[in-house]
T-cell receptor
């Protein structure tokens, strides 16, 4: 069965520190992987996506993610976190031809001064 | 880039009335749109997949007579919450699948906060 797991429900980091949010997936076909960010009361904004090619993907706001097929992971990273990065982060997996799109349960990020 | 407009952003209605939420893809055609419901501090729960010109596909446990979905054109899908009750209060988000080249992906609307009083 297809699934997306975000093991960390909540993470707190200091401003300026590095960040890594974990995402593991279980998918039978070639996955198309996404990271979204959601600010309180807002919709979802796409940070980055991976379809094929270079396994290290650059996104907006200084985020990047690395696809590791052997580990079924697509972890999100940022070298230096800003206070404005505090939000909810969702990993998701979808297909090109199918109408299936699965979200992880989300990781809430708190940034402390 | 691909933009999805969702309207209204907030709505308060009386119990027993119906509310319609619109989801529009502004600069691309979306044969497939999705409707999600999000509970406080929870992930997004897929309610239904809306296909242009055909009936929506509902997820298990979602009442299709209560949550009416219409996808009459390639740029518009609507979700109508019929005979709304306080337990229907939630954050509803739509997304549209863009299957065109490098813009492939799922673009989300900004969400609708529904409060039923």
């Amino acid at each position: 069965a297809q699934s997306v797991t975000q093991p960390d429900i909540h993470i707190t980091v200091s401003e300026g520190a590095s960040l890594e949010l974990r995402c593991n997936y279980s998918y039978g076909a070639t996955p198309y992987l996404f990271w979204y960010v959601q600010s309180p009361g807002q919709g979802l904004q796409l940070l980055l996506k991976y379809f094929s090619g270079d396994t290290l993907v650059q996104g907006i706001k200084g985020f990047e993610a690395e696809f590791k097929r052997s580990q079924s992971s697509f972890n999100l990273r940022k070298p230096s976190v800003h206070w404005s990065d505090a939000a909810e982060y969702f990993c998701a997996v979808g297909t090109l031809t199918g109408n299936q799109f699965y979200f992880g349960t989300g990781t809430s990020l708190t940034v402390i001064p | 880039g691909a933009v999805v407009s969702q309207h209204p952003s907030r709505v308060i209605c009386k119990s027993g009335t119906s509310v319609k939420i619109e989801c529009r893809s502004l600069d691309f055609q979306a044969t497939t749109m999705f409707w999600y419901r999000q509970f406080p501090k929870k992930s997004l729960m897929l309610m239904a997949t809306s296909n242009e010109g055909s009936k929506a596909t509902y997820e298990q446990g979602v009442e299709k007579d209560k949550f009416l979905i219409n996808h009459a054109s390639l740029t518009l899908s609507t979700l109508t919450v019929t005979s709304a009750h306080p337990e229907d209060s939630s954050f509803y988000i739509c997304s549209a699948r863009n299957s065109q080249g490098s813009n492939y992906g799922y673009t989300f609307g900004s969400g609708t906060r529904l409060t039923v009083v």
